[in-house]
Antibody
Framework: QVQLVQSGAEVKKPGASVKVSCKAS????????MYWVRQAPGQGLEWMGM????????SYAQKFQGRVTVTRDTSTSTVYMEVSSLRPEDTAVYYC???????????????WGQGTTVTVSS | SYELTQPPSVSVSPGQTARITCSGD??????AYWYQQKPGQAPVLVIY???ERPSGIPERFSGSSSGTIVTLTISGVQAEDEADYYC???????????FGGGTKLTVL
């Protein structure tokens, strides 16, 4: 079945980096965009960045430019998101989500990972 | 960048119709998407491309668009529909995506 499986919870100190993985299965990996969305405790959804696995094009929210890097490994159908210079306010649940696109149309984030909790604390 | 604005909360009684709005300058030219999120769970896509409903989503969920406002309508609200709802869009197919602030739907 179609699923996105994320790596486990992380605890980091301020200033450190974290790399979260998202392994896709059950569908054509290069036919869907992959997004990263985070949710701080009690807060709303925040879009962070994306990658087109077909070619590797990336786009980031202005807020995260220079601090977030999204990459992919097509041989393992895995997308990675690295956040550097972590701050306590980066404490959140991080989700990956896929979106089908075709002929300029996008069809919504229809499959989500289970979420990865990242805690930043000294 | 741009913003999508949603009301923080909407309350309805079971069986009534709930309408959740989302406003933004990009919406006349870009599609909107709606997600439902229940506590402790990942979001679920309930409407895409303004009005389309994914398979498996009940028919009581529908979407509409008029100018700078898109609306998620839930007809015959059930207790299980109590959740947070988020709209989402983008300025273009390659632009960063943006979520609205979310609306908490309470079923009285």
């Amino acid at each position: 079945q179609v699923q996105l499986v994320q790596s486990g919870a992380e605890v980091k100190k301020p200033g450190a980096s974290v790399k979260v993985s998202c392994k896709a299965s059950g569908y054509s990996f290069t036919s869907y965009y992959m997004y990263w969305v985070r949710q701080a405790p009690g807060q709303g959804l925040e879009w962070m960045g994306m990658i087109n696995p077909n070619g590797g094009y990336t786009s980031y929210a202005q807020k995260f430019q220079g601090r977030v890097t999204v990459t992919r490994d097509t041989s393992t159908s895995t997308v990675y998101m690295e956040v550097s210079s972590l701050r306590p306010e980066d404490t959140a649940v991080y989700y990956c989500a896929r979106e089908y696109y075709y002929a300029g149309d996008r069809y919504g984030m229809d499959v989500w990972g289970q979420g990865t909790t990242v805690t930043v604390s000294s | 960048s741009y913003e999508l604005t949603q009301p923080p909360s909407v309350s309805v009684s079971p069986g009534q119709t709930a309408r959740i709005t989302c406003s933004g300058d990009v919406l006349p030219n870009q599609y909107a998407y709606w997600y439902q999120q229940k506590p402790g769970q990942a979001p679920v896509l309930v409407i895409y491309k303004d009005t389309e409903r994914p398979s498996g989503i009940p028919e009581r969920f529908s979407g509409s668009s008029s100018g700078t406002i898109v609306t998620l309508t839930i007809s015959g609200v059930q207790a299980e529909d109590e959740a947070d709802y988020y709209c989402q869009s983008a300025a273009s197919s390659t632009s960063p995506r943006v979520f609205g602030g979310g609306t908490k739907l309470t079923v009285l």
